[in-house]
């Protein structure tokens, strides 16, 4: 597994605010031929990255929230680039604090075996900046990258 160097910029203080029990939005999956399942968000999670405010949607995975998003390092070639579906970020929250480090991103299952049926970084949680910490891509024995 190729990964990035630790990066102390890439811990972030953030908010998590919860919305109501009602608030879903469409996840595309990998395998779903573009077809879409709304899933529950608990809440919005809200920071600031050099100077921009963001605002990304998680959603509960047995009690813990997980980020699914993209960034630019999706799919490029080149040492920088990272499994092209996207990543995961697993965010522990106490109340309305949470830490996103970024370092702990990590590449789904689907980027291991195309027999997982990944979610897809849902339209708001694809940032406009590099997202150059965690892991990158799987490498193969063979060389192959996924």
Same mark, same amino acid.
């Given at each position: 597994?190729?990964?990035? $160097?630790? +990066? ?9 605010? $919860? ?6 939005? =469409?996840?595309?999956?990998?395998? +779903? ?28 995975? *047995? ?8 960034? =630019?390092?999706?799919?490029? *070639? ?40 990944? @979610? ?7 940032? @406009? ?18």
């Amino acid at each position: 597994m190729d990964v990035f $160097p630790f +990066d102390p910029s890439w811990v972030i203080e953030a908010t998590f605010t $919860p919305v109501s029990d009602d608030r879903t939005i =469409p996840f595309e999956h990998i395998r +779903d031929n573009g077809l879409t399942r709304e899933l529950v968000v608990p809440g919005d999670i809200t920071f600031e990255r050099d100077g921009v405010e963001y605002t990304l949607s998680a959603f509960d995975d *047995d009690g813990t929230l997980l980020l699914v998003f993209g960034d =630019p390092t999706n799919g490029a *070639d080149g040492p920088d680039g990272t499994y092209a579906s996207g990543r995961f970020l697993f965010v522990e929250h106490a109340d309305d604090h949470v830490v996103l480090d970024f370092n702990r991103a990590f590449v789904p299952p689907c980027g291991f075996s195309d027999q997982y049926n990944c @979610p897809l970084p849902p339209r708001n949680n694809r940032f @406009p900046i590099a997202v150059t910490a965690g892991e990158k891509r799987v490498t193969f024995r063979s060389g192959a990258q996924h």
